[in-house]
């Protein structure tokens, strides 16, 4: 095996021509690795992105390859995946306003140079879901939103309508069949790439994780005021209550906050997927 790159959660081998994709338990706030890993945290990835991947599988083609032929260092933690062409975009989606997005839209009324009704609030049900890409930055920078005229201009039209597309399709279903478990999901981010061999577009990386999603329970949501969160964002408030300005060397993680991370991730599996965790 050759490492072909470490990124703030999964670091990425080759093997016998394909690809491994070893989720970490690293966690990463703000385009920042902690110092403190959370238990657990690389298999709930993984397993909860294989659950995805099979649902996802008859909307568009994906990456994996295997999750048991994987070497036994990585079990529960490694897909085999099939080698493509990153494309350079974080294709985001999102059903409610918060983030990133809320703050664009109460600075210019649109995100990602998509129009919204006035008068939304933190944790706004959207219309209807919208695309709202993103660059892809380099580890320790930080992805900048672009407009879809922007994916446009790095990837071409036929392929930014198709990755709208898939992105719109793939959030709702999970969108629908989380909703069915108690779950809204407020927005996710997917990435794609290109099979060389085909030039078929293929879902890659992982899907609809809670390092990926926002993910809400149905039965707490009310607008107007923050979301309880089953994902890093309790990490990110707690990270930001330290006083920290997002810069590294990020702080050291208490081991009661690293345990309600790890509390979080497991109940949004077990909700999701119906499945206990083990």
């Given at each position: 095996m050759k490492l072909l790159h470490s990124g703030k959660v999964r670091d990425i081998y080759s093997d016998r021509g394909d690809i491994l994709l070893v989720a970490s338990d690293r966690l990463s706030v703000y385009d920042v690795v902690l110092p403190t890993p959370v238990p657990d945290k690389g298999r709930i990835l993984t397993a909860l992105s294989l659950w995805w991947f099979e649902r996802v599988a008859d909307l568009v083609p994906h990456h994996v390859l295997s999750a048991t032929d994987v070497p036994e260092e990585f079990a529960g933690r490694a897909i085999r995946c099939r080698t493509l062409e990153m494309l350079p975009v974080e294709c985001v989606a999102r059903g409610y306003l918060t983030g990133s997005g809320l703050k664009d839209y109460q600075r210019t009324g649109a995100v990602s140079g998509v129009a919204l009704p006035p008068g939304l609030v933190e944790g706004s049900r959207l219309p209807e879901p919208?695309?709202?890409?993103?660059?892809?930055?380099?580890?320790?920078?930080?992805?900048?939103?672009?407009?879809?005229?922007?994916?446009?201009?790095?990837?071409?039209?036929?392929?930014?309508?198709?990755?709208?597309?898939?992105?719109?399709?793939?959030?709702?279903?999970?969108?629908?069949?989380?909703?069915?478990?108690?779950?809204?999901?407020?927005?996710?981010?997917?990435?794609?790439?290109?099979?060389?061999?085909?030039?078929?577009?293929?879902?890659?990386?992982?899907?609809?994780?809670?390092?990926?999603?926002?993910?809400?329970?149905?039965?707490?949501?009310?607008?107007g005021r923050q979301q309880y969160s089953f994902d890093k964002q309790y990490a990110r408030e707690w990270s930001l209550s330290t006083g920290w300005d997002k810069t590294e060397p990020g702080p050291e993680v208490p081991a009661d906050v690293v345990d309600a991370v790890r509390a979080r991730y497991v109940e949004v599996y077990e909700r999701i997927t119906g499945q206990a965790w083990s």
């Open positions: 919208i695309f709202t890409p993103s660059s892809k930055a380099p580890l320790g920078e930080h992805d900048e939103a672009i407009t879809f005229d922007d994916v446009v201009a790095l990837v071409g039209a036929e392929t930014a309508a198709r990755l709208r597309d898939l992105t719109l399709e793939v959030y709702r279903l999970g969108a629908e069949t989380a909703e069915k478990n108690g779950i809204l999901v407020a927005d996710t981010k997917l990435e794609f790439g290109t099979d060389p061999s085909t030039g078929e577009i293929v879902l890659g990386d992982e899907v609809l994780t809670p390092d990926s999603s926002r993910f809400w329970p149905a039965d707490q949501w009310e607008p």
